[in-house]
């Protein structure tokens, strides 16, 4: 039974920190302090793969979201799997030789 957990989205989340471009800020010292925790999403959008910058909590829907995707997924790998085992030719008597 396919059982769907809406809504989906395929992709993933990372973190990220950073330095910015200001010469003499804090992320340029030694140690660094780096500016951040960035949460980032990355996954094709329009045939292009895509990275955007995204706040906390919508990072965390997202993640949620993405977990949905990927339950779904197996899902459909699980009955695609069934679906090879019964393929027609699979049934030598169901074979239809054209000549």
Sequence with gaps: MLIVEVPLLPGSISTAKST???????CKATPPKLHG?????TGFWQG?????TLSKIVAQECQRRIRNYRKFQ???DKL???????APWKNKQ??????
Excluded: F, H, M
């Design 20 to 26: 910015c471009g200001k010469p003499n800020c804090a």
């Design 37 to 41: 925790v960035y949460y980032r999403w």
């Design 48 to 52: 292009k793969r895509t990275t955007i």
């Design 74 to 76: 197996k899902q459909i």
């Design 80 to 86: 695609l799997a069934e679906a090879l085992k019964q």
């Design 94 to 99: 169901q074979r239809v030789s054209k000549r």
